[in-house]
Antibody, heavy 123, light 108 residues
Framework: QLQLQESGPGLVKPSETLSLTCTVS??????????WGWIRQPPGKGLEWIGS???????YYNPSLKSRVTISVDTSKNQFSLKLSSVTAADTAVYYC???????????????WGQGTLVTVSS | EIVLTQSPGTLSLSPGERATLSCRAS???????LAWYQQKPGQAPRLLIY???SRATGIPDRFSGSGSGTDFTLTISRLEPEDFAVYYC?????????FGGGTKVEIK
């Protein structure tokens, strides 16, 4: 059974870079059928897609965050990572990683999801 | 960007009742590329429906999805106690993936 687990600091200072890693277990990140994605959810609010990556390294980002987001993959470790720069309090959220099941081109639905990790931006 | 608007914001129903949740897109979602998720407090979202009407593995048949174009519906035929949660729709007809704002189904 595929499982995803987010890891990284729970507290980041304003203007610094948020860094998270998602470790995939129970399956290979190098499957041609899937992308891998990051989604976030501010406390008490809805879901926002951040971006997705293919095992080859091809990436697709939310245009509203693109200037600050970098997603990378390490197939040797079965991991992918998120970096979000110049963070503010508005970036405080639960960050989820998930497998994106490709239906059409680079898009699809998310299943399964990691449990999520809360990242707070505060000095 | 395809904006998804979910209604109502909150649905107050009793166990055994039928729930009908709406997801309306700002432009047509190609090939009915729409998914539904259930989220309970403190948990990650769980996939229910993809392709507008296909149930994900292990999802009970009281959950059904329908619709096309700009109007989509998630129906829960008879609410079980474990179905009270927040439900989100997500479109993947565009490379800019977007979610609706959610509908909370609460116990009346």
């Amino acid at each position: 059974q595929l499982q995803l687990q987010e890891s990284g600091p729970g507290l980041v200072k304003p203007s610094e870079t948020l860094s998270l890693t998602c470790t995939v277990s129970g399956g290979s990140i190098s499957s041609s059928s899937y992308y891998w994605g990051w989604i976030r959810q501010p406390p008490g609010k809805g879901l926002e897609w951040i971006g997705s990556i293919y095992y080859s390294g091809s990436t697709y980002y939310n245009p509203s965050l693109k200037s600050r987001v970098t997603i990378s993959v390490d197939t040797s470790k079965n991991q992918f990572s998120l970096k979000l720069s110049s963070v503010t309090a508005a970036d405080t959220a639960v960050y989820y990683c998930a497998r994106l099941v490709r239906e059409y081109g680079v898009t699809g639905w998310f299943d399964p999801w990691g449990q999520g990790t809360l990242v707070t931006v505060s000095s | 960007e395809i904006v998804l608007t979910q209604s109502p914001g909150t649905l107050s129903l009793s166990p055994g009742e039928r729930a009908t949740l709406s997801c309306r897109a700002s432009q047509s979602v190609s090939s009915s590329y729409l998914a539904w998720y259930q989220q309970k407090p403190g948990q990650a979202p769980r996939l229910l429906i993809y392709g507008a009407s296909s149930r994900a593995t292990g999802i009970p048949d009281r959950f059904s999805g329908s619709g096309s174009g700009t109007d989509f519906t998630l129906t829960i035929s008879r609410l079980e106690p474990e179905d009270f949660a927040v439900y989100y729709c997500q479109q993947y007809g565009s490379s800019w993936l977007t979610f609706g704002g959610g509908t909370k189904v609460e116990i009346k």
